[in-house]
């Protein structure tokens, strides 16, 4: 990728970018109704959406970030990623082998939490792309696991990944479906559920705070990259990881949890949180999580 990649203006933002997805998306009920109408079936009440979801298993990995993590009642998963060509190819995009390590990352922390695997959770890993991903004309592709010798035979280890092709332009899908890819594609809103998306990104263009930490975000990483893209593209990481979990943190506390039970949720060690919580106390009771940021940043405590 060239250093000087042009960026996107702010206002120009649309549901396909993936910051603006990650943010809307963060609002447990459209993000229901999202989900809703790409599986065609309804789902229990989410939980706490997490978007930038990230698993790292020792200080030295590196850290696996999923866009849209949430889990309903019913204790199944969904991940959601939003995926666009970006000027690659889309074998350039290995969706398959994300798909696998995205299932790998998924397990395992249910595993650390909960020490049996009999206790998995269902789970559902859907990439909506704006381009087809297997150049097969289908509007959708959904992969379970299946014995070669007798497909009707499923081995029931309730994983699911589904493919969507926004750029279909078949017969063999629902009216509704349609609408929503036609919505992430050009922006065109025509039923209820597109036009809650299209005013949820009005009202985030107009969002200061988003507006910054999306500038912050890309003047980070292009600053960092005029001393190497690798070097870069890692303090970019590292500055979203700090920023989002000062963004979680501040939103825990601002629903009256304990540092002790925002340590469990966050899975971070509680001496970290601690110091993110005694510095938000200051914006108390708005916990302004910019405002923490900075203050955290310049006492260099994060």
């Given at each position: 990728m060239?250093?000087?990649r042009?960026m996107k203006?702010?206002?120009?933002?649309?549901?396909?970018?993936?910051?603006m997805?990650?943010k809307?998306?963060e609002?447990?009920?459209?993000c229901?109704?999202v989900?809703?109408?790409?599986?065609?079936r309804?789902?229990s009440p989410?939980?706490?959406v997490?978007?930038q979801?990230e698993f790292?298993?020792?200080?030295d990995?590196k850290p696996?970030r999923?866009?849209?993590?949430?889990?309903?009642?019913?204790?199944?998963?969904?991940?959601?990623e939003m995926?666009?060509?970006n000027h690659?190819?889309?074998?350039?995009?290995?969706?398959?082998r994300?798909s696998?390590y995205?299932?790998?990352?998924i397990?395992i922390d249910?595993?650390?939490k909960r020490?049996?695997?009999?206790?998995?959770?269902?789970?559902?890993?859907l990439?909506?792309?704006?381009f087809?991903?297997?150049?097969?004309g289908?509007s959708?592709y959904?992969f379970?696991?299946?014995?070669e010798?007798n497909?009707?035979?499923?081995?029931g280890?309730?994983t699911r990944?589904?493919?969507?092709?926004?750029?279909y332009?078949?017969?063999?899908?629902?009216e509704?479906?349609?609408?929503?890819?036609?919505f992430?594609?050009?922006?065109?809103a025509?039923?209820?559920?597109?036009?809650?998306?299209?005013?949820?990104?009005?009202?985030?263009?107009?969002?200061?705070?988003w507006r910054?930490?999306?500038?912050?975000e890309?003047?980070?990483?292009q600053?960092a990259?005029?001393?190497?893209w690798?070097?870069?593209?890692e303090?970019?990481?590292e500055?979203?990881?700090?920023w989002?979990?000062?963004?979680?943190v501040c939103k825990?506390?601002?629903?009256g949890?304990?540092?002790?039970?925002?340590?469990?949720?966050?899975?971070?060690?509680?001496?970290?949180?601690?110091?993110?919580?005694?510095v938000a106390?200051?914006?108390?009771?708005e916990?302004d999580?910019?405002?923490?940021?900075e203050?955290?940043h310049a006492?260099?405590?994060?």
């Amino acid at each position: 990728m060239s250093s000087n990649r042009v960026m996107k203006n702010y206002e120009e933002l649309q549901f396909r970018d993936d910051f603006m997805f990650g943010k809307i998306m963060e609002d447990p009920e459209l993000c229901r109704e999202v989900l809703e109408r790409l599986l065609e079936r309804p789902i229990s009440p989410l939980k706490e959406v997490q978007t930038q979801r990230e698993f790292r298993y020792t200080e030295d990995d590196k850290p696996i970030r999923l866009d849209v993590y949430n889990e309903d009642s019913d204790r199944i998963v969904y991940d959601a990623e939003m995926e666009n060509l970006n000027h690659k190819t889309v074998e350039a995009h290995m969706l398959p082998r994300r798909s696998r390590y995205y299932q790998g990352a998924i397990d395992i922390d249910y595993m650390d939490k909960r020490d049996s695997y009999k206790k998995l959770p269902d789970s559902n890993i859907l990439f909506i792309c704006t381009f087809d991903p297997f150049k097969q004309g289908l509007s959708r592709y959904t992969f379970t696991e299946r014995c070669e010798e007798n497909p009707e035979l499923t081995l029931g280890d309730g994983t699911r990944k589904i493919f969507y092709n926004c750029c279909y332009e078949g017969e063999e899908i629902s009216e509704e479906v349609k609408k929503l890819y036609e919505f992430i594609l050009n922006g065109k809103a025509d039923d209820e559920l597109t036009k809650k998306l299209e005013k949820a990104v009005d009202k985030g263009r107009r969002n200061a705070v988003w507006r910054t930490q999306y500038m912050k975000e890309w003047v980070l990483l292009q600053d960092a990259r005029d001393d190497g893209w690798e070097e870069g593209r890692e303090e970019g990481r590292e500055e979203g990881r700090d920023w989002h979990l000062v963004e979680q943190v501040c939103k825990k506390l601002r629903r009256g949890k304990s540092v002790e039970q925002i340590a469990d949720e966050v899975e971070e060690d509680i001496s970290h949180v601690q110091a993110i919580c005694s510095v938000a106390e200051k914006y108390a009771p708005e916990y302004d999580h910019d405002k923490v940021m900075e203050t955290l940043h310049a006492d260099v405590m994060v």
